[in-house]
């Protein structure tokens, strides 16, 4: 029976079984590499997205990446978010706006600097150069929030900072991306460039700051009217993805959208609506964690000089965020600074973004894009060792026994 | 902003809008309709079918089935029959497995003989005539489940040998359109056609008749060992993966090896898995339903004379499964036996399936195919109509109490 050899029937199947068994393969796979990285000590989440390294082209070549794989990844993103946003109040975030803004600011601006200026040392084209600032600049808070919700730790200042942070961020990286893309084009459109801002601001001040007081008055009404099983569930997703197709609009990525949706129904859904997201996100989330490795490209990398120049990337990644991050957080004292700048060190999905725009525009080669790629799985996969460093002592692991009093609750 | 015309979004756009957009547009559509639905008395099932056909080529045209919406159809699919399988003990399915046999088997005839005769009188080619006769042959126990479950009647007696009957039928149904498919080409392979029958047969057997016992082994093992959070979650998605991929391996559909899985783990997993899972089926179900609808296409009834067809083909189908799983359970009084034959009525995803083959084998005409897919979502639709006659009087109406009253469990 082919059943056998999943190699063969995968690369070539596009019958009816290719859906269970993809989903078979990933989820299975990722699930048992996070139960071997938890008994040796280390983070099963990385385990999770070496799951999909493995399994992809750059190993055993079961899988590469498609549009069915993509599609779950991206949902299983945005319910990740959506879930995070559950567990965080909006007005614990407004009151650390002021922070987050200056963390995320000096945050965008460090990786950028350090980042072009690398590649103009290493004399690549100013285009090419200023396209991996710009791909160094936006956090992918998806890891961060992975660790810090699975540990308990959402609650915490620091925790807070991050979120408030990435979405800023987000914000940030959708400006300096509109202009590099104008500026390598030859002409920088003012008007166009304060829209996207104004746009995308916009989108996020109103939810962020007005969606929580508009979902408690909307929630009971839904409750109490809609005659469908499950009602106030059915209006969560309505607003998930509502709230994730407006952020793509106003420019920014679905998962902040999610991620707002999330936290404006925070303070009015019932319980119950919390578990059934989590169903999904259970399901879905290894998806987005594997499809991560699954993207990484190890051919890249047979020039010495590329494998040199992705190492100082990725150090430059880390450090710069470390550095830029910390410093606009510096003010609550050293070790929260230190955690804030780990946290948003991860890059995901959003470097790898910028990298495929700037490779369609003809501004980067093949190998820098490459090193992109690399470098935004680097930072993500190294981000959960990070945070363990970061915030030793505190929180739980991500054990056996906390899911037990989670299953008990 | 193009926001406000979604039709010219979604036939246009690839990008990253499509997978919230689409979703939107599907699940809010067949919850709005529902409402309106079980506003007016009428089985909310029903309108989330019917929101299918609005927004799809027949109506609307916002969006066509493409394989992102089939892919999350399917997967609703696999979790509907996988929560159903968990509230159903193997060993209550086995007791009723001879009625349920007699049950499908009859109902596997009347069908068959039926539509054959019907498109032999209307001068069809035999080829034709033949594979029409197996597109009625199989129900899609998808809605039925659902129109059960939802009112709380899983427990009894003609629910077990619906269901029983179901994947009886599902195997039988491979079984003819095996021969059908061989017949039709000219030559019958006996050997062939006994392998099918005895994997099949074996699969379904052995997985619904050592299933549970091997769960209940295994199961507490994985609770204790596997260091993963929602360690019991994580078990039951790869056993529903891996049977749903098996069922298509042994030839009988994915769905069957979903409602296997689900009956294996009903004695040994948590509360938690449950409701963990129903958040996933409470997203994708609406896909699986809207999905149905989507497919409908009107335009094969321009000529009168097919319209006539359609509508005899759907009363065939309806009458022959009422009499053919009706006689079969006769010796359980008329009332069970009406019961059991009108929660097998509906053909669903299955006909189309068998229609779709004999398209692409040149066995049947495009006008032909346009009829069996109508007759598949009419019978579909039709059947939460019929379960509410046949269940007069028991069971909870879908309603928003009953919500509630699951809220607070």
Redesign the interface.
């Given at each position: 029976?082919q059943?056998l050899h999943p190699a063969l029937i995968l690369l070539t199947s596009s019958?009816?079984?290719r859906?269970?068994?993809s989903?078979?393969v990933i989820?299975?796979s990722a699930?048992l590499l996070?139960?071997v990285f938890?008994?040796v000590g280390q983070p099963?989440i990385v385990g999770e997205i070496i799951a999909g390294v493995l399994v992809g082209p750059s190993v055993l070549g079961w899988l590469a990446p498609n549009?069915?794989l993509t599609?779950l990844a991206?949902?299983g993103a945005?319910f990740l978010l959506f879930r995070v946003g559950l567990e965080v109040k909006s007005s614990d975030l407004l009151k650390v706006g002021g922070t987050a803004t200056l963390v995320a600011a000096v945050g965008v601006i460090v990786p950028f600097v350090l980042g072009t200026g690398i590649l103009l040392l290493w004399r690549a084209p100013v285009n090419e150069a200023i396209f991996v600032g710009a791909s160094m600049v936006a956090t992918s808070v998806g890891i961060t929030a992975r660790v810090l919700a699975?540990r308990g730790l959402l609650h915490l200042i620091s925790s807070r900072i991050i979120l408030a942070a990435a979405v800023i961020d987000d914000v940030m990286g959708l400006l300096v991306l509109a202009a590099v893309s104008s500026i390598t084009r030859g002409r920088l459109n003012w008007l166009d460039l304060g829209l996207t801002a104004l746009l995308a601001t916009g989108f996020t001040v109103v939810v962020g700051k007005w969606g929580t007081a508009t979902a408690r008055r909307v929630v009971p009404h839904v409750e109490?009217?809609?005659?469908?099983?499950?009602?106030?569930?059915?209006f969560a997703?309505?607003l998930l993805?509502?709230l994730?197709?407006?952020a793509?609009?106003a420019g920014v990525a679905?998962i902040v959208?999610a991620f707002l949706a999330g936290m404006a129904l925070a303070e009015s859904v019932?319980r119950?609506v919390h578990?059934?997201?989590?169903?999904?996100s259970?399901?879905l989330v290894p998806f987005f964690l594997a499809g991560i490795g699954l993207r990484v490209d190890l051919s890249a990398f047979r020039q010495t000089s590329t494998a040199v120049l992705a190492a100082v990337i990725i150090a430059a990644a880390i450090v710069s965020k470390l550095i830029g991050c910390g410093l606009g957080a510096l003010k609550l004292g050293r070790t929260e600074a230190f955690r804030i700048g780990m946290g948003m060190v991860p890059r995901g999905e959003v470097g790898m973004v910028v990298a495929q725009l700037g490779l369609t525009m003809g501004m980067i080669s093949q190998n820098i894009y490459g090193v992109v790629v690399f470098m935004s799985v680097a930072t993500t996969v190294i981000a959960p060792f990070l945070l363990k460093i970061a915030y030793r002592g505190i929180g739980q692991e991500?054990?056996?026994e906390?899911?037990e009093v989670?299953?008990i609750a």
């Amino acid at each position: 029976m082919q059943v056998l050899h999943p190699a063969l029937i995968l690369l070539t199947s596009s019958g009816p079984a290719r859906i269970p068994l993809s989903m078979l393969v990933i989820f299975a796979s990722a699930k048992l590499l996070a139960d071997v990285f938890e008994r040796v000590g280390q983070p099963g989440i990385v385990g999770e997205i070496i799951a999909g390294v493995l399994v992809g082209p750059s190993v055993l070549g079961w899988l590469a990446p498609n549009d069915f794989l993509t599609a779950l990844a991206e949902l299983g993103a945005m319910f990740l978010l959506f879930r995070v946003g559950l567990e965080v109040k909006s007005s614990d975030l407004l009151k650390v706006g002021g922070t987050a803004t200056l963390v995320a600011a000096v945050g965008v601006i460090v990786p950028f600097v350090l980042g072009t200026g690398i590649l103009l040392l290493w004399r690549a084209p100013v285009n090419e150069a200023i396209f991996v600032g710009a791909s160094m600049v936006a956090t992918s808070v998806g890891i961060t929030a992975r660790v810090l919700a699975g540990r308990g730790l959402l609650h915490l200042i620091s925790s807070r900072i991050i979120l408030a942070a990435a979405v800023i961020d987000d914000v940030m990286g959708l400006l300096v991306l509109a202009a590099v893309s104008s500026i390598t084009r030859g002409r920088l459109n003012w008007l166009d460039l304060g829209l996207t801002a104004l746009l995308a601001t916009g989108f996020t001040v109103v939810v962020g700051k007005w969606g929580t007081a508009t979902a408690r008055r909307v929630v009971p009404h839904v409750e109490a009217k809609l005659r469908v099983g499950e009602a106030p569930f059915a209006f969560a997703m309505c607003l998930l993805f509502a709230l994730s197709l407006l952020a793509i609009y106003a420019g920014v990525a679905a998962i902040v959208g999610a991620f707002l949706a999330g936290m404006a129904l925070a303070e009015s859904v019932p319980r119950r609506v919390h578990d059934l997201a989590q169903g999904v996100s259970e399901l879905l989330v290894p998806f987005f964690l594997a499809g991560i490795g699954l993207r990484v490209d190890l051919s890249a990398f047979r020039q010495t000089s590329t494998a040199v120049l992705a190492a100082v990337i990725i150090a430059a990644a880390i450090v710069s965020k470390l550095i830029g991050c910390g410093l606009g957080a510096l003010k609550l004292g050293r070790t929260e600074a230190f955690r804030i700048g780990m946290g948003m060190v991860p890059r995901g999905e959003v470097g790898m973004v910028v990298a495929q725009l700037g490779l369609t525009m003809g501004m980067i080669s093949q190998n820098i894009y490459g090193v992109v790629v690399f470098m935004s799985v680097a930072t993500t996969v190294i981000a959960p060792f990070l945070l363990k460093i970061a915030y030793r002592g505190i929180g739980q692991e991500w054990s056996v026994e906390q899911d037990e009093v989670a299953n008990i609750a």
